[in-house]
């Protein structure tokens, strides 16, 4: 299975998702905000097969993360995650970089949908995951 970092603020939905995307056998690694996933992604040396990140956040946002980690790692898989509609058009400029936006609120059925069409993409042209 893949090994993801899952950068979230909210600490109910993030443990949620890590239990859901565990439930599937993947390896899941937390962050409370974009820094620390990004010092994570340092540390690590970017050793992830996906980032899902938030994109509203303390301290980095998921759009300031995802430009970040394209620089550096620019095989590793993004997909971000919002509540926000407005933050899902900021998200459009990221388009050559992520796989796609998911819509919040999921259900585990769909972010873990989400996850494994990310995870496929992985290598390939990019997937589309925009509504």
Do not use: N
Request: charged residues 30%.
């Amino acid at each position: 299975m893949a090994r993801i970092l899952v950068a979230e603020d909210d600490a109910g939905v993030r443990q949620l998702v890590a239990r859901a995307l565990r439930l599937e056998g993947h390896e899941v690694d937390l962050a409370e905000d974009g820094e620390m996933a990004l010092d994570q992604l340092i540390a690590e040396d970017g050793a992830y097969d996906l980032l899902l990140s938030d994109i509203r956040m303390p301290a980095m946002d998921g759009i300031a993360l995802a430009h970040r980690t394209a620089e550096t790692w620019p095989d590793l898989t993004i997909l971000l995650m919002t509540g926000y509609a407005e933050q899902k058009e900021s998200a459009e400029e990221l388009r050559a970089i992520i796989v796609g936006v998911v819509d919040k609120p999921f259900t585990l059925a769909e972010i873990r949908s989400a996850v494994a069409r990310s995870l496929q993409a992985s290598g390939e042209e990019p997937l589309r995951l925009y509504a």
